[in-house]
């Protein structure tokens, strides 16, 4: 098992002057992240105010910043993302520090939410698409009579109501390349077809926590905490919640 990706989602009130109120504090960002910001210009004013009018980008992490909402896409280090424990404990860090950067002070919070993917590797055979695994688990999941036909396709989403929280699961195929780029100095007209060798395949299971209806407010701090310990809790049941213990 490892943690793929996180994200966190900071739903805030609309702020058209988003990019002024930011300035300041994405430059102290790339002061202490060595990360670049990019302004989206030319954005139509019809434009949903949920779509991204600035890109923070970095080694681990990638900040969104739209008019009333801040996404942070995480990819946990190589190192510690086979550790549930250790990548918890580094988002921990890492949002304690955004939040003291870029959101405490600049936007009137509202609502957070934190998705996790978690992927599954199956056996180390090669050239083995992930939907070799999902008959057996479509099968048990779906009340649909596949009649012995080979997966050609599978997603598969559900969620619960667990007051103050939306639990969100998704279960998928993810796939691995090992691509193989012919020489360059083919001409256009001799130019081979790039080469993919698929050299892992498995089960992923993403995990979408929110408090968007949680009635009573408190900071962003406080309710990545709550959601995040959410989380921790449900990732230890993870297998035997969704029925996929047999399959992994």
Not at 88 to 97: K, R
Not at 133 to 138: D, R
Request: proline letters at 4%.
């Amino acid at each position: 098992m490892r943690i793929a990706q996180a994200q966190v989602a900071v739903i805030f009130s609309q702020d058209n002057d988003i990019i002024l109120t930011l300035g300041s504090s994405l430059k102290k960002m790339q002061e202490q992240y060595q990360g670049n910001v990019q302004v989206l210009n030319n954005i139509p004013e019809f434009v949903p105010p949920d779509v991204p009018r600035m890109v923070f980008n970095c080694a681990n992490f990638v900040v969104n910043v739209a008019l009333m909402r801040i996404d942070i896409m995480i990819n946990p280090p190589h190192h510690i993302c086979s550790d549930a424990t250790k990548v918890f404990e580094y988002l921990d860090s890492l949002i304690s520090s955004l939040n003291d950067l870029l959101i405490k002070r600049n936007v009137q919070y509202e609502w957070t939410g934190l998705v996790l993917t978690f992927e599954f590797p199956k056996d180390e055979k090669r050239n083995i698409r992930s939907l070799e695994y999902f008959g057996p688990i479509f099968d048990k999941l779906i009340n649909i009579k596949r009649h012995n036909k080979r997966m050609a396709s599978f997603s598969f989403q559900y969620g619960f109501d667990e007051s103050p929280f939306f639990v969100n699961y998704s279960i998928n195929g993810y796939e691995k390349f090992n691509v193989t780029f012919p020489n360059i100095f083919h001409t256009a007209q001799t130019l081979p077809a790039v080469a993919q060798e698929i050299t892992e395949a498995g089960i992923a299971i993403t995990l979408d926590v929110n408090n968007r209806l949680q009635e009573q407010k408190v900071t962003f701090k406080e309710d990545f905490t709550s959601i995040s310990s959410k989380v921790m809790s449900l990732y230890k049941t993870l297998l035997n919640d969704t029925g996929l213990r047999d399959f992994v």
